[in-house]
Structures are given as structure tokens and as C-alpha cells.
């Protein structure tokens, strides 16, 4: 069947999709991938086809007032004013790419959330898909999206309800938008990003693409609700790493990655030599992945290696331990190697993935990026040297690597699409 996956932000929300569009076609599917622009090469180097979206997130998360943002609250009301155009954009170029692939089912994640009322309005079925446990509300924990503890089972649930209130809030404006580009009238029900979409009346299953061994299924959640594992792509038996990064790896004991990938850091100089000096008392060897604009330019030397990037799980096995901002897809990676981390996180999900690889035993405490100093990053480096730490990121690497996450998911979507086929027959 033609199957459309869409998806939108930074590298995080599509490498994973990459992975299920793999599982897919190899179970015989013709498999579509849209993303923001600046992504065709990975997603057609997977052998998909990719529908580009006319966005270029990694140009705007580096634009100023993205920048700002991330780091104080009246820069996100700022933002959100700004992001309307950029959404009716996105609006528009989803109601194209659905026109023009003609799908026979999209799966879709809520970031490009006008996809499920477009392709409703072409009687499309559609299965929204998860990177993390924050869009189903639940009593087991609190909502991802706010920097709290447990509130009990009633507290969670309301602070679920909350956020979630808060995010239809947001984008109803643009998706009265997008029911006028699919010419759906005010009289028929628009579906919820949340919920999916079946013609036929029925619900959809959910998908959500974490480790249970990280977050188990709660069990308030619904039977439609699948944890399947994380989606990993496979790692690229013909990389080969530049000359000076093969030198450094072979010229001493493995050294700590520091990375923040899609984060700009507010002063990237200032963060960049406290994590140079931290390498430095901590008598590390390290490697400083500039990524989007989280760290700045530094010289390298014979205990530091400056580079802008290479693959995590290339990489990451030959690493000593992981430091990075916290999102779920380097969260993931990291694990699956089995190296312990330290999580510097600044929003949104990270201090929730923080929060629950310590309290795993897999890191030591979080230690968010705008408080990172040379001496506390320093002894984050030296307490990932504790057996019992490695020996526990270890164990959660043999457990998240035999989940298969990607071809459970691919698996449950082919159980839906049979069973769609033998209620036409």
C-alpha cells in the first residue's frame, strides 16, 4: 500500500521515522517521508520517497527570536505570534503533498498536526505516532511538558489535561486555517490530532515510540495505546570516520562525548569553555560536537577533538560516556549503546528524560545546561567512572536494543491495515 509519514521539527523528530519507513517498505509498502526542507538526502538515502515541506527548521531555530525562545518566557509568547505565518505555511504544503501522494493511510506525528484533518477530509485513515509519553494523559506521572514531580493520580491527570488544553488552544486559529484549505464543512467534525482518524467510525491504533524500559505503558492507558520501543535506524556499514577523528580515537581510552544537537546554546562560548574545562579537571579526554549551535569554536588539542558531527551510533559504542541536552532520540541512543550520560537539559521533555535516566541509574543527577559549570560538569564526568553506574547502562542497552521498536510498530500498522481489508471483503 502507499503509505505517507509525516512528520516536522529537527533531526529528532525525522530520523526516527526514517527507521519506520524502513520496516515498512521492507514489508512491501511504498513508503512517502515529509519533513521540513534540508532532509531529502537522509530520507532518500533510506530508499523513500521524500515530500519536503518549504520550512527550514534548523534556519529557524537559529533565528533570533527562536533563540530567545528557548530561554525566557515573554521570547515564547514572542515566538508563538511569530510562528502563525510559518504555520499557515505549513498548512499549505501539507494540504499539497496529501493532494499529490494520494495515500492509502498516514501516520503522523502531532507536530504536523493539520495532516489528520486534510487527510480525513479525503476519507484517508490516519494513526498519530509518539516520541514521547506526553500526549496521552495519564495518572501515572505527570505531564512531560512541565518541570514537576509526581503530583498523585489525580494531580498528574489534571496537569496532563492542562498542558494538553493548552496546546489546542495554541493551534486552533491555524487549523480553522486548514479545515478551509481541505474544504471541510464547519458542520462536519474535524478529528483531533491526538485521537487518529478511520472513516469507518473505528479507533485507530496509537503509537508510541519510547522504551517501556524507560517509561512502562501505564495502565490507565487505553488497549489502542502501543509502547513498541524506540525507533532506531541501523548504523551505516559504509561511514567511515574523517582522518582526525579515527587519530584521536586510536591515540588514547575512550574519550566523553559532549553534544547538544538541535539546542543553540544562549552563550555558546561561555558553555563551551565550561565543558573544556570540565574535560580538563576531570583528566578526560573528549570530543565537543558543535551540532546546530550548541557549542562554539574551540581549538582541539590532544585530549579535546572539535567536530561538527558524525553518526550517534557510530560513535556514541566508542564513547566512554554521553553528555547531551536530553531529548528523547539522543536519550535513546545513548542507552542503547549501554553508556552511561549526563543530561544537561533546557526545555520541554528533557528534564522529564533527565529525571528518569537518574533515577534508573543510568547518569548521575541532571544537570541543566543554564547551571552547567566547569567543576559540577567535572564531577558528572567522574562519577559515570562508578561500576555500578556502567553496569546498569549496560543491562538498559540489552533491553532497548531487543525491543525491535521500528518493525513492532511496522507490524501493528500492517495488523490495522489487514484488518481494514477483511472488514471490506
Known sequence: MRILIMTFGSRGDVQPFVALGQA?????????????????????????????????????IASPEIQEALH?????????????????????????????????????HPKAFPAVGMAAARRTPSIPTFLQPGYVATGAFPTIFMPVGNLGRIGNRVSHALVLGLIRLGFATVARTARKRAGTPKTTRW???????????????????????????????????????????????????????????????????????SMPAKDADRLTAAVVGAIHQANARGILATGWGGLGAAPSSDRILILEAAPHDWLFPRCAAIVHHGGAGTTHEALRWGRPSILCPVFGDQPFWARRVADLGASPKPLPQKRLTADALANAIAQTSDQTMIDRAAALGRAIRAEQGAQTAAGIIDDFLAARSEQAA
Do not use: C
Not at 532518500?44 to 519536503?52: N, T
Not at 502563525?84 to 503522523?108: C, F, K, S
Not at 469507518?200 to 495505546?225: F, I, M, N, Q, Y
Open 24 to 60: 515498512l517498505k521492507a514489508r512491501g509498502h511504498a513508503v512517502t517521508l515529509s519533513a521540513g526542507a534540508g532532509f531529502e538526502a537522509m530520507i532518500e538515502a533510506a530508499g523513500l520517497i521524500a515530500a519536503p515541506l518549504s520550512v527550514d527548521v534548523r534556519a529557524m
Open 191 to 261: 478529528p483531533q490530532a491526538l485521537e487518529g482518524y478511520d472513516p469507518r467510525g473505528g479507533a485507530v491504533p496509537r503509537l508510541h515510540a519510547h522504551s517501556r524500559h524507560l517509561v512502562p505503558k501505564p495502565a490507565d492507558w487505553e488497549p489502542r495505546d502501543h509502547v513498541t520501543g524506540y525507533w532506531f535506524t541501523d548504523p551505516d556499514p559504509d561511514w567511515t570516520p574523517p582522518d582526525d577523528l579515527a587519530r584521536f580515537l586510536a591515540s588514547g581510552p575512550p574519550p566523553v562525548y559532549v553534544g547538544f544537537g
Open 72 to 108: 525566557t518566557f515573554s521570547g515564547k509568547i514572542k515566538a508563538w505570534r511569530n510562528s502563525q505565518q510559518m504555520l499557515r505555511q505549513q498548512v499549505d504544503d501539507t494540504a499539497a503533498i496529501i493532494r499529490e501522494h494520494e495515500a492509502d493511510l498516514l501516520v503522523y
